[in-house]
């Protein structure tokens, strides 16, 4: 298991294993403190772009602060909901990867959202779901708001995604990466 520091996320070492690379362009779909949203930026570089989106505007404003604070100019933000089809306001087939982050428990629209990162995906582009497993305990949400990866990859078949393969995350989160 690779657990960082307090038992969160390895966010460099997951972006590290995405393939992301200079150039792309990346949404973080429910960016909330924005950790992905700069280690996607620093990897994409100047010639890339990270479209951060929340539905809470504070955390959207935190994120564009910290990222103009490491002069990161490739970040762009993005109020909206994900629920709403159309709500990100990014181009259909634009997306090299959509990242989505703990997202999807906090929602009883889960279909709606995967349908909308997939809609802003670039043919032969990637969704990334990162989530917290059913049944592991420990920190996160109850276990009755968590989901199946098999529902996960249900909406995502839904959506014109097919899995691709599956990411190590750690011991409360999986990891789903689906390509169009």
Known sequence: MYMAEGSF???????????VVAGQ?????GCGSGYFTIALAKVVGASGVVTAVDVMQEPLQAVQAHAESMGLKNVQTVRADLEVAGGTKIADNSQDLALLKNVLFQSQKKDAIVAEAARILKP?????VIDWKKGAGGLGPPDDLRTDESAIQQFATA?????SCQLAADQFHFGLVFLK
């Open 159 to 163: 959506a014109g995604l097919r899995l």
């Open 124 to 128: 032969g582009g990637r969704l990334v």
């Open 25 to 29: 362009h990346v949404a973080d779909l």
């Open 9 to 19: 996320l390895d966010v460099d070492r997951i972006v590290g294993s995405l393939g």
